[in-house]
C-alpha cells in the first residue's frame, strides 16, 4: 500500500502499514494512552512479539500506524476470522491522547474498509471495555452496534454449595486431557450450537488448545458428557471453558464441575479463578454467580457491516 497522506484539519498526517520496526514507538503509544484508559496497557515489547507471533494475527499484515511529524500517534489492529461463508474483521484502534479529535481514528478505520475485496461486505467487530468513553462514542459516531458483553468475572472464595454429582454422574480430573480432545470438540461444538460467534473444533485443533490445560470431566458411565478447561497461571485460575452436553443440562453438571475445578486448584484471595461470560449467557453467568463469582468489568462487542461504515465515513 503507498504512503497515504491524510492533511486533517488540525495538522498533516501519514499512514501505512505496520511493520515490526514500529514495536518500540507502540510500546511508548500504548503508555501514553494509559493515562486516559488506564486498563489499556502497559504492554511490554515482549508481549507484541508473542501476540505478533500468534497465526491469527497473520504477522501484523492488517495493522495500520498513523505518524505525525514522524512520531507514532495511532494504530488500528485488525484481522479476519472466518465463520462459515462470513468474514469478521476484529480491530482495535489506539489513538495518542495528544492527537485526538483529528480524524485519525477515522482514517485508519477507513483504510481498514479497503482491505476486503470489493464484492465481500465484511463484518467489523471491536470490543471495547465500558470504561473507554472515548472508544464507545467514536463507535457510535460511525454506527456501530452493541451486540453483547463480555463480561469478566472473578471469585475468591468459592461458595459452599450443598449437593453432590448428579446421580450416575461421576467427576474426575483427567489424567491426559489431550486423550479426551474429540470428546470435549463434540460437546463444545454442540453445546455452542446456538451462539452466533460459534466456532467449531476439530479433534485436533481442540488437542492442540488443551496442550496446557488442567481438564475435569463429567462421566456417565463411560461416556463424557461434560467437561471444565483451565488453565493454572501463577496467581490466577482461569476458567477457559466449561460446557455440558446438551440433553445433560439442567442437572447440576456444569456447578459440580467448576465446584470441583476450583476446590481442586486452591482458589481463594491470594488465588482467584476468572472467567469471561456473553451477556447473552443467563444461564451460566446464574451457574457462576451461585459459585461465588462477582462481575469485574465489561467489554462491549460492537459490530458494524462494511457497507454501513463506509456511509458513516463518507458521511461524517
Ligand atoms: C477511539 C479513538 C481511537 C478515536 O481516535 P481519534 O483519532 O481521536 O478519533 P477521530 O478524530 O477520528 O474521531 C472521529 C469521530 O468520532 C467521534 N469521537 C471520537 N472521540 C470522541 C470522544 N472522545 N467523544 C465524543 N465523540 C468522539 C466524533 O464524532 C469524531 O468526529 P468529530 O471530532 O469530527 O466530532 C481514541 O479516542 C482512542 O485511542 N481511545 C482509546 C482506545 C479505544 O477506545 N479504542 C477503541 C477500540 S476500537
Avoid at 154 to 177: N, V
Wanted: proline letters at 5%; a neutral charge; charged letters at 20%.
Amino acid at each position: 500500500m503507498a504512503h497515504d497522506q491524510v492533511t486533517g484539519l488540525f495538522q498533516h498526517f501519514s499512514l501505512r502499514p505496520f511493520k515490526a520496526i514500529d514495536i518500540d514507538d507502540l510500546v511508548v503509544l500504548f503508555d501514553h494512552a494509559m493515562s486516559t484508559e488506564r486498563a489499556i496497557g502497559p504492554v511490554p515489547k515482549a508481549a507484541w512479539e508473542r501476540f505478533l507471533a500468534l497465526p491469527m494475527t497473520l504477522n501484523g499484515r492488517g495493522f495500520r500506524v498513523a505518524h505525525v511529524d514522524g512520531k507514532l500517534a495511532g494504530y488500528a489492529e485488525s484481522f479476519p476470522k472466518h465463520r462459515g461463508d462470513r468474514i469478521v474483521r476484529h480491530c482495535k484502534i489506539v489513538v495518542d491522547p495528544s492527537y485526538r479529535r483529528r480524524r485519525i481514528g477515522a482514517s485508519l478505520l477507513s483504510n481498514l474498509t479497503a482491505i476486503e475485496p470489493t464484492e465481500t461486505n465484511p463484518e467489523f467487530q471491536a470490543l471495547i471495555p465500558a470504561d473507554w468513553p472515548s472508544g464507545l462514542a467514536f463507535a457510535a459516531a460511525f454506527g456501530f452496534e452493541h451486540t453483547e458483553s463480555e463480561i469478566g468475572m472473578r471469585c475468591t472464595q468459592a461458595a459452599q454449595l450443598d449437593g453432590e454429582a448428579p446421580q450416575s454422574i461421576s467427576i474426575t480430573r483427567a489424567a491426559a486431557p489431550v486423550n479426551h480432545a474429540a470428546d470435549v470438540a463434540l460437546i463444545h461444538n454442540s453445546a455452542y450450537a446456538t451462539d452466533v460467534s460459534l466456532r467449531p473444533y476439530t479433534a485436533h485443533e481442540m488437542a492442540n488448545t488443551m496442550e496446557d490445560d488442567q481438564v475435569w470431566i463429567a462421566l456417565k458411565g463411560s461416556h463424557i458428557v461434560g467437561y471444565c478447561r483451565v488453565e493454572i497461571e501463577r496467581d490466577l485460575v482461569w476458567i477457559e471453558d466449561v460446557a455440558v452436553a446438551p440433553s445433560e443440562q439442567n442437572r447440576g453438571i456444569g456447578r459440580m464441575l467448576l465446584k470441583r475445578a476450583l476446590g481442586d486448584s486452591g482458589v481463594g484471595t491470594s488465588k482467584p479463578a476468572g472467567l469471561n461470560v456473553s451477556s447473552n449467557n443467563p444461564a451460566a453467568i446464574s451457574v457462576y454467580t451461585r459459585l461465588g463469582f462477582v462481575r469485574r468489568r465489561e467489554q462491549r462487542r460492537l459490530t458494524a457491516p462494511r457497507s454501513a461504515l463506509r456511509q458513516f465515513l463518507v458521511a461524517s
